[in-house]
């Protein structure tokens, strides 16, 4: 008898455990900031140890000197992507958006402590491109083609058309326009340094398919309404509903609520009747 409860009583724990393991199972996993935090710290840990390879470990050298040369490589990995230089980056990331908002008001792009903060900034933004280089070993190219590759090549983008050199200025034509919105493109980075902030960008990114498509609704009823706009209210209102293109602008501008009760007035009194804007003077 002791034995056939405890048989059954094994059952039930066996059938609990095996009920919790399928609702987990059936619950979708939701990815959060904490999540892509986890995630980030595996990828650098994982990135530490990576495996053993001939452009990055120094037990594969085949010389001394790229044997210290990969050694210096490591322990710059672990500076650039450590989290006391990324505090500093994640300062100056700041910083260059507060500057971009002084540099509008007039005169304040000429002040010396302005452009010397600049300089300072654009330095440590250099520093932090020239480091992920080094880091990258005798492959130095990963940099540019590695799994940070979007990330990378838009850092060194915006770093070199930001430096003070004639030849670059001279390739952008000297335009302060285009090198003030490279000043603020430095903003962008925020958004690799702060993980919720990524997470964001990145579902937003996932349902720019599902926009694309919700757009093309919005075109086709839009475009039936157009056409019967044009065959029920041209005649009584031939302002706002004298062509195709006009109807769908006027549809546009009734959907936004701008001085939609102009057309609603018009449809009910005619053009001639409710105000003489909208009829050609004799």
């Known amino acids: 008898m002791m034995a056939a409860r405890g048989n059954a009583a094994k059952k039930a724990i066996e059938r609990k455990a095996n009920a919790e393991e399928k609702r987990k199972s059936t619950v979708g996993d939701e990815i959060t900031a904490d999540d892509l935090v986890k ?3 595996q990828e650098e840990e994982r990135e530490k140890n990576r ?37 500093v980056i994640m300062v100056c990331i700041l910083l260059a958006g507060v500057l971009v908002g002084i540099q509008t008001y007039e005169g304040m792009e000429e002040e010396q402590w302005v452009v010397t903060t600049d300089l300072i900034i654009l330095g440590a933004f250099s ?17 540019w083609l590695g799994p ?26 000297g335009n302060v326009a285009f090198l003030r919105l490279m000043r603020l493109a430095r903003l962008v980075k925020i958004v ?24 093309l609704l919005l075109f086709l009823v839009f475009y039936l309404y157009g056409i019967l706009g044009m065959f029920a209210f041209r005649d009584n209102d031939p302002w706002h509903f004298r062509t195709l293109e006009i109807t769908l602008l006027t549809l546009f501008r009734a959907s936004t609520l701008e001085d939609w009760t102009d057309i609603m007035y018009i449809s009910i009194w005619g053009c001639d009747r409710y105000a003489s804007t909208y009829v050609a003077s004799e």
């Not at 452009?55 to 710059?76: F, H, Q, T, V, Y």
Request: hydrophobic fraction near 45%.
């Open 127 to 143: 520093v932090e491109c020239i480091l992920k280089i080094f880091s990258e070993g005798l492959a130095f190219w990963r940099f």
């Open 192 to 215: 690799k340094k702060v993980p919720q902030l990524q997470l964001i960008v990145m579902g937003l990114a996932g349902g720019l398919k599902s926009i694309g498509y919700i757009l």
């Open 51 to 87: 495996v053993k390879d001939k452009w990055s470990d120094p037990e594969c050298a085949g010389n001394p000197l790229s044997r210290k040369w990969m050694e210096g490589s490591r322990r710059i990995n672990r500076l650039a992507y450590g989290d006391k230089f990324g505090g």
């Open 148 to 173: 940070e590759w979007k990330w990378n090549n838009f850092d060194f983008i915006v770093v070199v058309l930001c430096l003070p050199v004639e030849e670059i200025e001279g390739l952008t034509g």
């Open 39 to 41: 995630f980030k710290k």
